[in-house]
């Protein structure tokens, strides 16, 4: 089983529409998550860190269930920019700097 | 401008020429890390270093070599470059390498060949 998992998509949807993004990760300890945003070919981009109590940020808000172990990614009116892959990160110790990165999950937003 | 930059951004070589892909920040950070990104494998950690003369393996380290002698520098050398290290890496730095403050922030990528 990988540390972290996510569907790799493609996700295909229209304008305006709300979609959301599950990651599953394999390590009970782990404490810190984020979202990355990566354009083709380009470097990744935080999108957002992933707090126990769940945050927002303007229509994308992300949740942490620890209990499942799954972190969720949720955008609200998609626009034709949000068109990207969405990196899962989790840091699975602490005292370390080891980052475990899922494959990510392709969003294509269509007019 | 913050940033980190990576040298070359592109890189053409052949089999066992040793070559060193230069990575610089000017956030004053401490922790930095480089990654590769394969097709259907996504993004993998190679070493990372928590502050300098501090380097750890990450998930695939082997045939490379990194050193942190300075804060701003992270250089990864491949002594004898093989095809299966042919890929997309990028280098990364952070404030911290701990928890909530592990924000990475990537420089631009080096897309290597080794034929």
């Known amino acids: 089983r990988k540390e972290v998992e996510q569907d790799p998509g493609p996700f295909n949807v229209p304008e305006g529409a709300t979609v959301a993004f599950n990651c599953t990760y394999s390590n009970s300890a782990s404490q810190s998550f984020f979202w990355y945003r990566q354009d083709c070919r380009k470097e990744p981009k935080l999108l957002m860190s992933?707090?126990?109590s769940g945050n927002e940020d303007g229509r994308f808000t992300a949740q942490l269930n620890r209990a499942s172990q799954y972190i969720s990614l949720l955008i609200r009116d998609s626009k034709l920019s949000d068109s990207a892959t969405y990196l899962c990160v989790v840091n699975p110790d602490s005292n370390t700097g080891k980052l475990i990165f899922g494959q990510g999950t392709t969003l294509q937003v269509k007019p | 401008e913050a940033q980190v930059t990576q040298n070359p951004r592109y890189l053409i070589t052949v089999t066992g020429k040793k070559l060193t892909v230069t990575c610089s920040q000017n956030m004053n950070h401490e922790y930095m890390s480089w990654y590769r990104q394969d097709p259907g494998l996504g993004l993998r950690q190679i070493y990372y270093s928590m502050n300098v003369e501090v380097t750890d393996k990450g998930d695939v380290p082997e045939g490379y070599k990194v050193s942190r002698k300075e804060k701003r520098n992270f250089p990864l050398i491949l002594e004898s470059p093989s095809p299966n290290q042919t890929s997309l890496y990028f280098c990364a730095s952070s404030l911290f390498g701990q928890g909530a403050g592990n924000i990475q922030y990537f420089g631009a990528g080096t897309r290597l060949s080794v034929l």
């Open positions: 992933v707090y126990s």
